[in-house]
């Protein structure tokens, strides 16, 4: 079953940001073209790289909040993914520009999980919508309690 359409509009105060006028959702958008890389052999992109480009957005969302992955392992935190889902609509191909919404969504002791949304810049289709659900641990990969800085960017991110 399709989702709702995703009518964006741009939010003035957060320029990475936009609303979903459907749902009322703020999601962090960010850029990426297609490589011809990522299609395989019958020239759409192979259904794994949706996970890389879930990864782009969780990464820009993170360095737009100054909070980037490099900082976070820095101060002594991993987070790994210990779920995912992705539910495919419509391919992307080679060269397609492709705009990634990421948003956090729940957040608990050790675990936390982003939610995704992508859409083909050109006609605003949905290509593909999934999250990731990962895990708190330290340098030893023992979980641990999710560091103050992520939890201030779950409180402080836009709801609507």
Known sequence: MRPKPFIPEALADHPSH???????????????RTLYVDTDRSQVVY???YLRY????????MRGANYPY??????????????????????????????????PASIELVKLQFDYL???ASDGEI???????HCAVNSDGIPVQIDEKT???WESFPTR
């Open 18 to 32: 936009v609303k979903d006028t459907n749902s009322g959702l703020i999601w962090h958008r960010s850029e990426m």
């Open 47 to 49: 259904h794994a790289n």
């Open 54 to 61: 879930f990864e782009f957005g969780r990464a820009e969302l």
């Open 70 to 103: 490099k900082q976070i392992e820095e101060s002594g935190y991993v987070y790994p993914i210990i779920k995912t889902e992705l539910n495919y609509y419509t391919p992307l191909f080679y060269d397609d520009l492709m705009y990634i919404h990421t948003r």
């Open 118 to 120: 992508i859409t083909r």
């Open 127 to 133: 290509i593909c919508t999934g999250f990731t659900k």
């Open 151 to 153: 939890i201030k960017l």
